[in-house]
């Protein structure tokens, strides 16, 4: 628990300085220059910030005004990239596995049977 704890609070220290500092800016300005061509990079993003920091919150955190930005100075509405950001978190997000043990085999298949049909 407190691991979890200590990273949650380097994470949105980071997202903190990161969007404040003027780094998401100069990035923003940056990346503006691909053209729409980065509505296919942004869930990328989310992919790969996901996959760092395990949380599709703290992806947004890093992310989220950076993509806004960047959507801003391409005439994009302002929620847009954000959301493909998001996307791309959740894909890019673990799917935990149900590992507990089943007393019978009937209720493993009509567990698995729920499962696929309600997501």
Do not use: H
Not at 13 to 27: H, Q, R
Not at 74 to 99: Q, Y
């Amino acid at each position: 628990m407190w691991g979890a704890l200590l990273v949650g609070v380097f994470i949105f220290g980071l997202a903190y300085i990161f969007n404040y500092s003027g780094i998401a800016a100069s990035l923003a300005k940056g990346f503006s220059s691909m053209g729409t061509a980065f509505i296919v990079v942004s869930p990328i993003l989310g992919f790969i910030g996901v996959a760092l920091s395990g949380s599709n919150t703290s992806t947004n955190a890093m992310f989220g005004k950076f993509q806004a930005l960047v959507g801003t100075q391409l005439g994009m509405p302002v929620l847009l990239l954000p959301t493909l950001n998001s996307v791309g978190a959740e894909i890019g997000k673990p799917r935990r596995a149900d590992f507990r043990p089943k007393k019978n085999p009937r209720e493993a298949v009509d567990r698995r049977a729920r499962r696929s049909y309600w997501g």
